[in-house]
């Protein structure tokens, strides 16, 4: 099972990163100028999730730091943050709670693969690769809760974390829902469907705030605001929430802007482009195209301007809030 869903995963990264179902190519008609990513890594780009990237020296990039002081030891993948505290797990086995200067902090003993978690205090929020969510006890060593879905034979590569706070976590699942776990009650409180398709349908971007809560998988967005539900049906690669509004990628190389309730306020094509990654920063959107262009996107006039990249094809990407970082180079946008 788990050899089969890495590699739908795989055939999956390749489509998002390589766009290998598309047979023209992304010409631009302006290029307005060039646009360097000049910053290098130690190493180039190994392994990526939602949260972190690996480096081939194995130093660890994350969502919420970029480049940390961590260096994994062979064989371990990284799972979630939070602060200066890392999970991180050996293949499908034991899981270590680590801390900067890798110490390490707890030992957890584990016989699954883990697919996605989320980290807070002393708490683990788990989506295990037999679809089971987890939620985990780390001082005490003790599972709290987990329950069961259905398993699935094909995923996205792409795969949303758990939300935690004092009273819920908020679970993305692999069949395309979103599970709603109440610490208090010890249970699934709410089960919200994003999408029924039967492939490639899991979770890919959560966010919430109060009471609004919105998902996306590769085929829909959805939105929920104080129960009522809103959707936006779209083949898409990526989505980011920024100021109220719902940015989405494109897979037939459109850049959408939608509002909180998923109502298209604006769009730009760019035929035949593979977009990849999303960075919003002062009002800007930029966004990388296979072919080794950077798309900058001014959000007051939603006009593109297209930047010639030195970037190489076809190799490995990570951002967080503020950068792309590309196979052994970045860049920090402001």
């Known amino acids: 099972m788990m050899r089969k869903l890495l590699l739908f995963a795989c055939l999956c990264s390749l489509a998002i990163f390589a766009g290998c179902s598309s047979k023209k190519h992304f010409k631009p008609e302006i290029i307005s100028g060039k646009m360097e990513f000049k910053d290098k890594l130690s190493s180039p ?9 690996i480096l081939r020296d194995n130093t660890l990039i994350t969502l919420e730091n970029g480049i940390t002081p961590i260096v994994l030891e062979k064989g371990y993948r990284f799972l979630a943050q939070d602060g200066d505290s890392y999970a991180i797990q050996k293949q499908c086995d034991e899981i270590l709670i680590v801390r900067n200067g890798n110490e390490k902090l707890h030992k957890v003993p584990f016989s699954s693969c883990v697919l996605t978690a ?35 034979s094909a995923i996205n590569s792409y795969l949303a974390s758990p939300l935690m706070n004092d009273s819920y976590v908020i679970y993305p699942d692999l069949e395309g829902k979103i599970l709603i776990y109440s610490i208090a009650q010890n249970k699934i409180v709410k089960d919200i469907l994003v999408s029924s398709d039967k492939f490639f349908n899991n979770v890919i971007y959560l966010h919430a705030k109060g009471e609004y809560l919105l998902g996306a998988t590769a085929k829909r967005v959805s939105a929920i605001i104080n129960d009522k539900s809103f959707k936006y049906d779209v083949d898409l690669r990526d989505v980011k929430f920024y100021n109220d509004k719902v940015y989405v990628l494109g897979i037939d190389g459109e850049i959408l802007e939608l509002d909180h309730t998923l109502k298209l306020l604006r769009k730009v094509r760019l035929p035949f482009a593979v977009l990849s990654g999303i960075v919003i920063q002062n009002d800007t959107l930029y966004t990388l195209e296979k072919g080794g262009y950077v798309i900058v996107l001014n959000l007051k006039d939603f006009a593109p301007l297209v930047y010639k990249s030195n970037l190489s094809k076809k190799k ?6 503020d950068s792309i970082f590309y196979d052994k180079v970045y860049k920090r946008f402001e």
Not at 136 to 145: L, N, R, S, V
Not at 316 to 321: D, E, G, I, N, R
């Open 45 to 53: 780009i190994q392994s990526v999730s939602r949260q972190g990237a």
């Open 118 to 152: 989320s980290l807070k205090g002393d708490k683990l929020a788990m989506v295990l690769i037999d679809n089971t969510l987890v939620y985990y006890d780390i001082a005490k060593q003790k599972e709290i809760f987990s329950q069961k879905y259905p398993n699935v």
């Open 316 to 321: 490995s990407l990570f951002y967080t809030k």
